[in-house]
């Protein structure tokens, strides 16, 4: 089966590695200094990867403990249900992205600009090259999945108000779906593979923010060493200044 839905590609593959180089350049001291000059592009693959579109409600059944009602000991328990609604809520059906990839490329998705899948071939809306992910996931993998990610993101809501006091244990969730509707949508984005030093890489770019992108990179394991080396010199200087000044 293939989407119902797709999302233009907003960014060419010429911006997209530009993206990547920007990406590579802004990564960190821990990053080798000339990464993004050195590194090679080896491929870019544009591809409208497989998700599905969400509308559900949530009901959370919790159990925790927290400082909450705590009289002899520092812990109490409690439980209880809260009702959440979950709207535009995009799951990956993707074979091609892995679920860390399309999670940081979720968020950025322009779902208003969504045109059916039927006028791909009479609008010019990604790279004539683009592949198109096909839909091997039944709605039922995507309940299961879905009903993984909400189970992971509801401790956070329920530290923001359902479970009382401030501080907390033992957080437990179990999740029942309600009035799931969902939608096959195809989402554009840009596969890319580079190599640097004799070794390949793999980062994704977003197909309509080319400021998105997320992936692999080496690691400048010498940077890595003399910070180390510095911390145990600085630590060794204070022990010695400690040792001095007991002396004196």
Do not use: C
């Not at 709207?87 to 399309?102: D, Q, Y």
């Not at 979720?106 to 009479?122: G, K, N, T």
Request: charged share 20%; glycine share 8%.
């Amino acid at each position: 089966d293939q989407a119902d839905w797709l999302l233009p590609f907003g960014v060419t593959p010429e911006q997209a590695g530009q993206a990547l180089r920007q990406w590579m350049s802004t990564l960190g001291f821990f990053r080798p200094s000339d990464l993004a000059h050195a590194a090679t592009v080896e491929g870019l693959r544009p591809i409208w990867w497989a998700g599905w579109l969400v509308n559900v409600d949530a009901l959370v059944s919790w159990t925790a403990d927290s400082n909450a009602g705590a009289r002899l000991s520092a812990w109490a328990p409690h439980a209880g249900q809260v009702q959440l609604p979950f709207r535009g809520l995009l799951v990956s059906a993707s074979r091609g992205l892995s679920l860390e990839e399309s999670r940081e490329l979720a968020p950025s998705f322009r779902l208003d600009r969504m045109v059916p899948a039927a006028h791909r071939a009479e609008q010019q809306i990604g790279p004539p090259d683009a592949v198109l992910e096909q839909f091997d996931a039944q709605r039922s993998a995507a309940r299961k999945v879905l009903s993984e990610r909400i189970a992971a993101t509801a401790e956070d809501a329920l530290k923001q108000g359902a479970i009382p006091g401030s501080t907390f244990r033992n957080v437990h969730v179990a999740v029942l779906l309600r009035a799931l509707e969902t939608r096959r949508v195809a989402l554009p984005s840009y596969v890319l593979a580079y190599r640097y030093k004799g070794r390949s890489y793999r980062a994704v770019v977003h197909g309509q923010d080319a400021g998105r992108v997320t992936g692999a990179a080496p690691i400048a394991w010498g940077k890595v060493a003399l910070v180390i080396v510095g911390a145990i010199a600085l630590v060794a200087l204070v022990v010695a200044a400690l040792a001095l000044s007991r002396a004196g």
